[in-house]
């Protein structure tokens, strides 16, 4: 079974942390992307990467950055850490890389609270 | 603006009901997905349709893509407790582009 595997369930940060949110899966998919889950507004794209060191902007990339060193890993950075960042974050990855009909295998989900 | 829009956004049924959920579009998609997402876990996939008119069942799930591929439902038969969660639909607008996601139904089925 394919599993993608978030850092943390939970976290806490204050206003203007740095925070580090890490995404490892582990079946050799070449796409990675980062979502944020929010009430009423469903998943919106904030990063995706095709390729290590390969990365382009979603729907919503300010205030974040993200950084895929390895195929397996992406992680999203939230540079300054703002209350309008406490949203639940999803990580997901697929095979192949724009290819059609590819299913998308999502993290367990990491609930972020900035206060 | 949501690409994909989905209803109704809640549903709250008895075990044994049925149940339509609709996602819709302006937009023409080349495939379309149907997710759901328990709580505490990320969603997992159920389905997906290619084809304009084209109806997938997965046991009591039955899934259809509109002719014009601008639209899809998802239909249970006999609802069961198990089959609460959140529901999304996720559409490609071309062929191996990113998914565009729904609002999602969150579906409540009581014993």
């Known amino acids: 079974d394919v599993k993608v595997t978030q850092s943390s369930r939970y976290l806490v940060k204050r206003t203007g942390e740095k925070v580090f949110l890490e995404c490892v899966q582990d079946?050799?998919?070449?796409?990675m992307f980062w979502y944020r889950q929010d009430p009423g507004l469903g998943l919106r794209l904030i990063y995706f990467?095709?390729?290590?060191?390969?990365?382009e902007k979603g729907d919503i990339p300010e205030g974040y950055s993200v950084s895929r060193e390895k195929k397996e890993r992406f992680s999203l950075i939230l540079e300054s850490a703002s209350t309008n960042q406490t949203s639940m974050y999803l990580c997901a990855s697929s095979l192949w890389a724009h290819r059609p009909n590819t299913e998308a295998f999502f993290g367990q989900g990491t609930r972020l609270t900035v206060v | 603006t949501q690409l994909l829009e989905q209803s109704p956004q809640f549903l709250s049924i008895q075990e044994g009901e049925n149940l339509t959920v609709y996602c819709n579009s302006s937009s023409v998609f080349s495939s379309l997905q149907w997710y759901r997402q328990e709580p505490g876990e990320g969603p997992v996939l159920l389905v997906t349709?290619?084809?304009?008119?084209e109806v997938k069942k997965l046991k009591r799930l039955t899934f259809q893509f509109g002719d014009a591929r601008k639209d899809s439902s998802l239909h249970i038969t006999a609802a069961q407790p198990g089959d609460t969660g959140l529901y999304l639909c996720?559409?490609?607008?071309?062929?191996?582009?990113?998914?565009?996601f729904g609002e999602g139904t969150q579906l409540t089925v009581n014993p």
């Open positions: 079946m050799d998919h070449e796409n």
């Open positions: 996720a559409g490609e607008r071309t062929s191996g582009s990113r998914l565009t």
């Open positions: 990467s095709y390729d290590v060191k390969m990365k």
């Open positions: 349709v290619v084809t304009g008119g």
